[in-house]
């Protein structure tokens, strides 16, 4: 079983997009996928029309794995299932900070899926937190969209240098490019000069798309409602992409 | 994790599909997609042996194939339609099995199922997919039945339970196991009926000139059940089957004469005699043409328009000989031959010897040890030096013993009867082999035709080669019977088969 982390410190890049698009292309190539959202807003859990859990389980969510298989929800694809969202994991932070060894905490309770899941993807809140520091340890990929402008760049820094400091292998990360806009000059020059400074990114860039917007109209991937247009054949490419280095990485 | 519930019910013979949907339109917003039909042709063997092991053999277009197990299509493999053998599939799983499972046997039609399959989904409010379903609708033999599958989701298992709730109505049985097999199971097929001829149970007291007659028209009519395949050419296995039983037939009669009245073996003999030596050329010519892939093997290329020349021959005479022997089988003296034997047979005993009133257990026990010592008498008769006649004598002695020891295989101790015979099937192996080597030779020799030069010398390679295994052989002849005949397996037969009183527990 892997697991692939979409992670951002910074919001609106395009996580929770990535997130559920990689999901529903892993499982359409007969991966079973477990897709948990631990964004508190919830927001790939709505993208598949699944509510969440009127019960606050964030206490539970660490204990044990079969805390988590409790909340599994299939989505309405073959081999993809989803643990929804809940408005408490706001608060995984403070209950990390609770425990021991916190660091392994998430890898220890990921453990237990082995047997059902070929794939588990982690779309992550956009911070950097005790809870992000379980993730990087429970990953085998963490997967970082970034928008090719100076600030998402800073960002970007930020996560490299933190990830040195902390000792976290750095070939974990695996950046590309998110939000791209062709037709403006500061994305291209960003991009070159980042694509030159950093050879980690992936060749696949995912546009800027309406479609993209569209997936919270439609509740549903974006193959499901634009078979045929840009952004979802780049959300192919970008999982034939990742899934190529997952592999390649053993 | 939990394994979700899934569930097939038959329904109403009333119900429609849109009936159906339509009750649990009622809660649940409904997404049917468009109904797919499909003709599905399966194939067997004569003996069933993909039904038995659990298998489907599945045409499901022309020229495509599936093979199917309980977890579903295991291996599509494309052929041409008529394909039979496994030989004529392309490598692949399908092949595999059919080659392990089905060996020289013909895979025929036997049923075929008419399906239409409509899937649906069921959304609730928030317009996510809660429950999955199918609805099946099958056409066999003008009767229609329709079946509705219901899968739960993970997450959404009071949505399956709601929907099972609602279409209660329509519900005529749970079905436990669906699939095609179920589907294949509600169709009576002829063809998966069991081969086995009824075979009155034996018993340790029953009186011997009775069992043997149970025994030989259930041998009689098992060798019958043959002739349809023979006739037909359907594979070379129902010849070879009948031949068996035939075989078994006149061993059983010649084994237990003592216990059957004179005018009745008068009858019998000449006429069992009749019809086995009909078939003979044909096995012959068969078992060669089986063994044409070993035989171009041994010899190098430049032999290969001679093994041509010698195997159009072959098939040419098997092609004459086949529609012999069909004749003979469609013929009067056929008929009367085996309506006259299965006459003799059914006649009620009249015990007019002193064994045929004699419980069959005693017999047969008394009659095992006195077989087991002649051949052991032959056996120290036998050394490196003796004529091919008399290895062929203790085979025939040996296949002799255990098919006495078969027919009465339920009176006699399970487990070391079992051993014995397990000994005996190793002996018999080794004795087959060299046998077969003899047989060929001589079968080979009868080609020898000095106007066919190419032809000839093709057959001189092969008789030199098999020459030379046949010899390399022989050691092993000898190793094995002074392996067989041990002091323990005198003192087993003793024990075993030693008490012949009835009673004696097994």
Redesign the interface.
């Given at each position: 079983m892997k697991v692939i982390a979409c992670y951002s410190m910074k919001g609106g890049v395009g996580k929770t997009a990535t997130a559920v698009n990689l999901a529903y292309w892993a499982a359409k190539s007969g991966l079973k996928t477990l897709l948990i959202d631990l964004d508190p807003q919830g927001a790939s859990s709505f993208y598949f029309r699944i509510k969440p859990s009127s019960k606050k389980w964030a206490k539970r969510f660490f204990n044990a794995y079969e805390n988590l298989v409790k909340h599994i929800k299939a989505s309405d694809f073959e081999n993809l299932d989803i643990i929804p969202a809940h408005l408490s994991f706001r608060n995984f932070d403070t209950l990390l900070a609770g425990f021991k060894k916190r660091k392994n905490r998430l890898k220890r309770v990921l453990k237990g899926f082995n047997k059902e899941y070929d794939l588990v993807i982690l779309d992550c809140p956009p911070s950097i937190s005790y809870l992000s520091e379980s993730i990087f340890n429970a990953s085998n990929l963490v997967l970082v969209p970034v928008i090719p402008t100076p600030l998402s760049e800073r960002t970007f820094e930020q996560l490299m240098a933190f990830f040195e400091e902390n000792d976290y292998p750095q070939n974990k990360i695996v950046p590309f490019f998110s939000m791209v806009q062709g037709q403006k000059s500061l994305h291209k020059a960003t991009m070159e000069a980042m694509s030159a400074r950093y050879k980690m990114f992936l060749n696949t860039t995912i546009p800027y798309s309406s479609d993209i917007e569209k997936m919270g109209v439609h509740k549903a991937p974006v193959d499901v409602f634009a078979k045929s247009q840009q952004a979802n054949y780049a959300y192919i490419k970008l999982w034939k992409e990742v899934s190529e280095t997952t592999r390649k990485r053993g | 994790?939990n394994s979700l519930p899934e569930n097939t019910w038959e329904l109403n013979e009333v119900a429609k599909n849109t009936d159906i949907l339509s009750e649990i339109s009622s809660e649940f917003d409904i997404e049917a997609n468009p109904g797919t039909t499909s003709t599905l042709q399966f194939y067997d063997d004569f003996d069933s042996h993909l039904w038995k092991a659990n298998y489907l053999l599945c045409q499901v277009n022309k020229q495509q194939f599936q093979l199917i197990d309980p977890s579903g299509c295991i291996d599509e493999v494309g052929a041409s339609s008529g394909a039979r053998f496994w030989w004529e599939f392309s490598e692949s799983q399908v092949k595999d099995k059919l080659q392990s499972l089905v060996g020289l046997r013909a895979v025929l039609p036997i049923a075929s199922i008419n399906l239409l399959e409509t899937d649906f989904?069921l959304r609730n409010d928030?317009?996510?997919?809660v429950v999955k379903g199918r609805l099946t609708q099958t056409l066999v033999s003008n009767k229609i039945a329709l079946y509705l599958t219901l899968q739960a989701?993970?997450?959404?298992t009071k949505y399956y339970t709601r929907a099972a709730q609602l279409l209660k109505p329509f519900i005529k049985a749970e079905i436990r196991h669906f699939g095609l097999r179920f589907l294949l199971m509600n169709q009576d097929i002829q063809a998966l009926e069991p081969k086995q001829s009824a075979l009155l149970s034996l018993t340790e007291d029953m009186r011997t000139e009775q069992a043997v007659r149970a025994i030989a028209i259930a041998m009689l009519d098992q060798a019958k059940l043959y002739i349809g395949g023979v006739i037909a050419d359907t594979d070379t296995e129902f010849l070879h089957q009948f031949r068996v039983n035939v075989r078994k037939l006149r061993s059983l009669i010649s084994l237990l004469k003592q216990a059957l009245p004179a005018s009745m073996l008068d009858a019998l003999k000449p006429r069992i005699s009749s019809i086995a030596s009909k078939t003979n050329k044909l096995r012959d010519l068969d078992v060669f043409i089986l063994a044409q892939d070993s035989y171009r093997a041994m010899l190098p290329a430049n032999f290969e328009s001679g093994l041509n020349e010698l195997y159009h021959l072959i098939e040419k005479q098997r092609k004459q000989e086949k529609n012999k022997v069909a004749r003979y089988f469609s013929s009067t003296e056929y008929k009367n031959d085996v309506t006259a034997c299965a006459a003799e047979l059914s006649q009620n005993s009249v015990f007019q010897t002193p064994m045929a009133s004699k419980p069959v257990l005693q017999v047969v026990k008394k009659l095992l040890l006195k077989r087991y010592h002649k051949i052991l008498a032959m056996n120290a008769a036998i050394n490196s030096q003796s004529a091919d006649e008399k290895i062929h004598e203790i085979r025939i002695e040996f296949k002799k013993l255990r098919y006495l020891i078969e027919f009465f295989v339920d009176l006699l101790p399970k487990k070391r009867t079992g051993k014995i015979v397990s000994e005996i099937k190793k002996i018999q192996t080794v004795l087959g082999d060299y046998n077969d080597y003899c047989i060929q030779i001589e079968f080979l020799n009868g080609y020898i035709d000095d106007a066919r030069i190419e032809m000839s010398k093709a057959l001189s390679g092969l008789i030199a080669i098999l020459y030379q295994k046949k010899t390399e052989e022989r050691p092993k002849v000898e190793s094995a019977l002074t392996d067989f005949f041990t002091e323990n397996m005198t003192i087993e037969f003793d024990l075993v088969f030693g008490a012949a009183e009835p009673g004696d527990s097994k």
């Open positions: - | 994790m989904s928030d317009q996510k997919i989701l993970r997450g959404y």
